[in-house]
């Protein structure tokens, strides 16, 4: 009798016990004068259980540091370095040199190939960007590493001409015609299309025009696409969609489009409309329970939409307005810089094979877990009586 109490119990706990999201990506920029050490920042990643972050160079701290961890790791070519990994020799020095040492031991899974090169004020990497992609892919090729690691670059949303309304969304003139030839390159190596996007610079831009509970997920009326009849309740699901459209012009449709950057600043300059430490954590407090949901897009629902926060840090050395140096999530010293419902979870792993299963946030704030365990206590206790009088009854 007791071993059936027991395990009933143990079936309750299982079921109802601590709630869990997947892992979400994180930018770990280093523009910053106070930063933790990167085995710090290990810890930190390891308590919040954030299993896949994306660092601006190869930082070779960073790299021996992460070795037989959890984290999967996206390292980047640095946009001065494109023109000299165009030269295959050169490419497969940098593989070499950068990767090579590091893995497998440290879980390399994406090498980005430059950042935002399609919209960098120097025009003439964009010529440079497809050759050093094929250079950095088939120096992985030679080494025996492409089955391992994609090639891939982060794109600015201003890469798209139109992306209003979603089924609107095209390439701008200036990248056209190298445009077919990249996403030759992501379909043909089946690497995906990274986007940044930051629903807050709409907003900033015309906050007269933009509602917004729409760009910080809040419950609103949303919007419909007038030509698919789309409804979109949030504007940063209409950004992706409007690149997928944007390739489906060009006849790619089966490119995946994730979020490589996404944020709110905590704080920003006088002209800054919207850089508030509320909305900072509304927003992202928001798009973790959209993760939570494993969400896609309304273009494509059945595939979860893979996103990256920005940034792990306030990064105090980033030039530009405040709002550059106030996109973390945590201040250096480890503290949150704002509540988001972030808290440590229980070290107990999931067993799950499903890459949507990597335990990383616990979504409840005080209040809410207080009305939870409260609720949950209530019903437990109210299963406990019944479960004892049935198995042990009064007797008269």
């Not at 407090?285 to 979860?304: A, S, V, Y």
Request: hydrophobic share 40%; proline share 6%; net charge negative.
């Amino acid at each position: 009798m007791m071993f059936l109490v027991f395990l009933l119990l143990s079936l309750w706990f299982s079921e109802y016990g601590v709630s869990r999201v997947a892992s979400l990506g994180i930018n770990y920029g280093q523009v910053g004068s106070n930063l933790p050490p990167p085995d710090k920042v290990l810890d930190l990643l390891s308590s919040l259980k954030i299993t896949k972050v994306k660092i601006y160079d190869t930082n070779p701290q960073i790299l021996t540091t992460f070795a037989n961890s959890d984290v999967e790791l996206i390292v980047t070519v640095e946009n001065q370095m494109l023109s000299v990994v165009m030269d295959p020799q050169q490419a497969l020095q940098w593989v070499s040199t950068h990767v090579k040492p590091y893995f497998p031991a440290t879980k390399i899974t994406e090498i980005a190939v430059g950042n935002e090169v399609f919209t960098d004020d120097d025009t003439s990497l964009i010529g440079y960007l497809v050759p050093a992609m094929v250079g950095i892919h088939d120096a992985l090729v030679q080494l025996g590493l492409d089955k391992y690691i994609q090639v891939s670059t982060p794109n600015s949303l201003a890469v798209l001409q139109e992306s209003f309304p979603p089924s609107a969304g095209s390439f701008k003139g200036e990248v056209s015609a190298i445009m077919p030839e990249y996403l030759q390159f992501l379909a043909s190596t089946g690497s995906p299309f990274w986007i940044n996007a930051y629903p807050y610079f709409a907003y900033k831009g015309a906050p007269e025009n933009v509602s917004l509970d729409y760009v910080l997920f809040n419950k609103n009326l949303g919007m419909v696409d007038p030509y698919t009849k789309l409804h979109y309740d949030n504007m940063l699901y209409a950004q992706v969609d409007a690149v997928v459209y944007a390739m489906f012009r060009l006849g790619y449709s089966g490119i995946e489009v994730r979020v490589s950057e996404t944020g709110w600043p905590s704080k920003g300059d006088a002209d800054e409309v919207g850089a508030t430490l509320a909305n900072a954590a509304v927003y992202n407090k928001n798009l973790l329970r959209r993760q939570m949901r494993n969400e896609g897009t309304p273009l494509r629902p059945n595939t979860r939409l893979e996103v990256y926060l920005f940034a792990l840090f306030n990064e105090d050395m980033k030039p530009g307005p405040t709002s550059e140096r106030n996109y973390g999530l945590f201040e250096p010293d480890g503290t949150i810089a704002y509540n988001v419902g972030l808290s440590v979870l229980s070290t107990t792993s999931s067993t799950s094979t499903s890459p949507s299963s990597s335990s990383s946030f616990s979504l409840t704030s005080s209040a809410d877990k207080a009305t939870k365990m409260g609720y949950e206590r209530s019903v437990y206790c109210m299963f406990v009586y019944f479960l004892a009088f049935q198995l042990f009854p009064r007797r008269h």
